[in-house]
């Protein structure tokens, strides 16, 4: 899949030959240096701040229940400084996705806060809002039209699923943002979206005529902040002409080198090389990757395989109520008859509650073990030897609080004082860390859809046009030049150097085990969506890269035996010389963010990885 990059134009902008984009955090609300905001505008100039406000990554709970994924008071802190920046230095400022999961009440909530914070200030600004939920009755026609497909290896979507929804979006794609910056709003307000759409708007809008490609896979990197710095930063600023783009990181003491910015694709994808999207699939098989500085780097070469165009749409809908209950068991004996145990308190709890069997789909009652399998459950490869204490976390689903809280209250009590073979220990079997003895957990969701619409017109979204404040007040002291006060000038620490000694070096004759860790600069497990569980493994040589490679130990036999897989869950198996990088993908054993989930963000996966042995030939 190569080619030369396809151009876009677009009868609207100023043609400009160049932007500059900057991104002050992987998600609104989670905090950044103000004082490296202020240096992307004031030293660099930039001409549009652009943010990502959420994803699935936290599960349903958002969508489903309208939840936003940080307080009000950290969109305060978060935005202050932007809304300041729009006002004295005239950037623009684009949000997707607002408020996590991006329903029209996340849209709302955040235009509520900027309209305060705007009014504060006395400013007078232009504020466009996009919204992007789609109404049941919309999906259903979809559906009966075949015009909806399964997103990945999940079933399609069933009609009984949209109708238990409580809420349903749709990542809309470039071409709303790109409507509403005709009208030249100073601030954008965007409901659910894929992430790099706001960026593929602005440049287009901006330059006029850009390599798509360009921007997307700009755009692919910068929503994520300065994570693909190093180390790790937040504030990172992206100059784009027509068919390349540059970043640089900016906080002094962090860098971007080729082989960070080419790892940072394989970040939370289920694979790195081609990343699909509203209208076709980027290819970055052939990008180019050059340092032109200590700190910043300079991307080319992304191509684009043109599809239809469909948006991702995402439903959720609450299921009932959790209680949860927590504490320790030390006993010996306990601990090893631990399964028998709670299984015969489990039937106990069902004797006083038979709801648990009759209607096992609305009430459910289940147990973790932390210290024994709890991360992993039925994909953990590692025999539990020599468990001494466990942490047994009981978990209840009903229809409502008060029925959750009655049956984890009778499960509580039946660990605390359930008899066992061979005990001896009879005033209790369960520490309990404090009170409340049970917590009311509150609503549960799931995901109900994660599926592809296709789309006849992608700008059809409504978009809403305001003046916020007062703009006879606001004019005198609108585009005021900010001082470079804003701005640190402390210089950076040393940097190591871009081709460090190889990790194998350190090893070779030790005659001591080397494990992959050993060698890879990253080790890690992340979501890829809802349904899939994504692996990487980055080294920081080529002879680490070739060295591991050659031992062929990251193959399939590897992949399923590690998390108890088929070869029908392995979506995606493979080497990226880019990257110096393994990935592997494979299917998620439960639904993110379901009842009964055991690590929701999926970053708690890779433990098989952190104990492979990589020294034959050592």
């Known amino acids: 899949m190569t080619g030369v990059p396809v151009f876009e134009s677009v009868a609207q902008g100023q043609q400009w030959d160049t932007v500059r984009i900057i991104t002050p955090s992987p998600i609104l609300g989670y905090g950044y240096p103000e004082e490296d905001l202020w240096r992307g505008v004031v030293e660099h100039h930039a001409d549009a701040i652009i943010v990502d406000g959420g994803s699935t990554d936290g599960g349903p709970d958002d969508l489903a229940l309208n939840h936003t994924v940080v307080s009000r008071e950290m969109y305060e802190r978060d935005l202050a400084p932007m809304v300041d920046a729009v006002y004295q230095h005239g950037v623009k400022l684009l949000i997707s996705t607002a408020g996590g999961a991006g329903p029209a009440a996340h849209v709302d909530f955040l235009m509520e806060i900027i309209t305060d914070l705007i009014n504060r200030k006395n400013y007078a600004l232009k504020v466009a809002t996009i919204y992007?939920?789609?109404?049941?009755?919309?999906?259903?026609?979809?559906?009966?039209?075949?015009?909806?497909?399964?997103?990945?290896?999940?079933?399609?979507?069933?009609?009984?699923?949209?109708?238990?929804?409580?809420?349903?979006?749709?990542?809309?794609?470039?071409?709303?943002?790109?409507?509403?910056?005709?009208?030249?709003?100073?601030?954008?307000?965007?409901?659910?979206?894929?992430d790099p759409a706001p960026f593929i708007a602005y440049c287009l809008h901006r330059l006029g005529k850009v390599s798509h490609a360009t921007a997307w896979h700009m755009g692919k990197i910068m929503e994520c902040g300065g994570i693909c710095a190093i180390p790790k930063g937040k504030v990172i600023l992206a100059t784009v002409k027509a068919d390349n783009f540059e970043l640089l990181p900016m906080d002094p003491n962090t860098r971007c080198t080729e082989l960070s910015v080419a790892a940072h694709t394989l970040y939370e994808k289920t694979r790195p090389d081609l990343l699909s999207g509203p209208g076709g699939i980027l290819d970055i098989t052939d990008a180019r990757y050059e340092q032109i500085s200590e700190r910043a780097v300079r991307v080319s070469g992304a191509v684009i395989q043109r599809k239809p165009t469909a948006f991702k749409l995402e439903g959720a809908c609450q299921v009932g109520y959790k209680t949860v209950f927590l504490g320790g068991i030390r006993d010996p004996i306990l601990i090893k008859g631990i399964e028998d145990f709670t299984q015969k308190t489990w039937e106990m709890t069902a004797r006083m509650f038979p709801v648990l069997k009759t209607e096992s789909k609305r009430h459910k009652l289940i147990w973790k073990f932390y210290g024994k399998n709890a991360v992993m459950a039925e994909m953990e490869p590692t025999p539990p030897d020599n468990v001494h204490e466990i942490?047994?976390?009981?978990?209840?689903?009903?229809?409502?609080?008060?029925?959750?809280?009655?049956?984890?209250?009778?499960?509580?009590?039946?660990?605390?004082?359930?008899?066992?073979?061979?005990?001896?220990?009879?005033?209790?079997?369960?520490?309990?860390?404090?009170?409340?003895?049970?917590?009311?957990?509150?609503?549960?969701?799931?995901?109900?859809?994660?599926?592809?619409?296709?789309?006849?017109?992608?700008?059809?979204?409504?978009?809403?046009?305001?003046?916020?404040?007062?703009?006879?007040?606001?004019?005198?002291?609108?585009?005021?030049?900010?001082?470079?006060g804003h701005v640190a000038t402390n210089g950076h620490a040393p940097f190591a150097p871009l081709k460090p000694t190889p990790a194998i070096d350190a090893h070779r004759g030790s005659g001591k085990p080397v494990l992959l860790p050993d060698l890879a600069r990253v080790v890690r497990s992340k979501n890829s969506g809802p349904h899939e569980l994504t692996f990487d493994v980055m080294f920081a040589t080529e002879e680490d890269y070739e060295y591991v490679k050659s031992l062929d130990v990251l193959d399939a036999e590897f992949v399923k035996r590690s998390w108890r897989a088929t070869d029908s869950d392995i979506l995606a198996l493979m080497w990226f010389r880019p990257a110096l990088a393994w990935k592997c993908t494979i299917k998620r054993s439960w639904p993110q963010g379901s009842f009964g989930e055991r690590d929701t963000f999926g970053t708690a996966q890779h433990g098989p990885l952190m104990s492979l042995r990589v020294d034959r030939g050592l």
């Open 391 to 484: 942490g047994l976390y009981g978990e209840v689903l009903a229809p409502t609080q008060r029925l959750a809280n009655a049956i984890a209250n009778c499960a509580r009590v039946g660990v605390l004082h359930g008899a066992y073979p061979g005990q001896v220990a009879t005033a209790g079997n369960f520490a309990s860390p404090g009170t409340p003895l049970e917590l009311a957990a509150g609503p549960a969701c799931e995901f109900t859809i994660y599926h592809l619409m296709d789309i006849d017109d992608p700008y059809d979204f409504p978009i809403q046009h305001s003046i916020v404040g007062d703009t006879a007040a606001g004019a005198s002291s609108r585009l005021k030049p900010a001082t470079n």
């Open 132 to 194: 992007s939920d789609v109404s049941k009755e919309t999906v259903l026609q979809k559906l009966k039209q075949g015009k909806i497909h399964p997103c990945g290896e999940i079933e399609q979507l069933k009609a009984e699923d949209v109708e238990r929804s409580d809420a349903i979006v749709c990542q809309i794609g470039h071409e709303p943002f790109l409507k509403a910056l005709a009208d030249e709003p100073d601030i954008v307000i965007g409901g659910r979206a894929y």
